[in-house]
């Protein structure tokens, strides 16, 4: 009987030690933001700097230690591009607007961003995809996978960030 219920135990407590996982901490990237922002910064080095801290870590180095240190980063990312997205489509709208009201026959912005986010989420579920088959079913493909995902959303961002700034 003891040997059952200490069985039960291990069973039961093995996938809450795997739940706990690396501590995944955005502040990295944040604060490389921060100091790469303005002319002749290098946001594009801020990129994978979260993950690769978290994967230093305790527990970061396994494969389901750089699954969840890269995912996330990307979560991070996608949270700033979710933002920068909706303001973004804030500007073109009240351009679009603007437009409008002195008779301007330009193309409206506020579609083709709509276009354009829609295609690029297409392009970057695909490529990730195609990043993931390149493991021939092993388990690199997961970390694989979140890392094209994390580095595409990453650069969305940063494409998109610069055209909120005035004039941009």
Not at 22 to 29: I, Q, R
Not at 113 to 142: H, P, V, Y
Request: include cysteine; charge should be negative; charged fraction near 20%.
């Amino acid at each position: 009987m003891r040997r059952i219920l200490a069985t039960v135990w291990l069973l039961l407590a093995a996938p809450m030690a795997l739940a706990q996982g690396p501590a995944f901490d955005g502040a990295p990237v944040d604060a490389c933001l921060a100091e790469q922002s303005g002319d002749g910064g290098q946001p594009h080095s801020c990129i994978g700097t979260a993950a690769t801290a978290c994967i230093a870590g305790p527990d970061g180095g396994t494969t389901v230690g750089m699954s969840i240190c890269l995912t996330g980063e990307y979560e991070h990312w996608d949270g700033l591009l979710n933002s920068a997205y909706a303001e973004a489509m804030q500007k073109a709208e009240t351009t679009d607007a603007d437009m409008k009201k002195i008779g301007s026959s330009v193309e409206a912005q506020a579609p083709l961003l709509q276009d354009m986010q829609r295609k690029w989420i297409a392009f970057r579920d695909a490529a990730c995809n195609w990043e993931r088959s390149k493991w021939g079913g092993g388990t690199g493909g997961g970390p694989a996978s979140v890392d094209c995902a994390m580095t595409l959303t990453a650069e969305q961002y940063l494409r998109i960030a610069p055209s909120l700034r005035e004039g941009g």
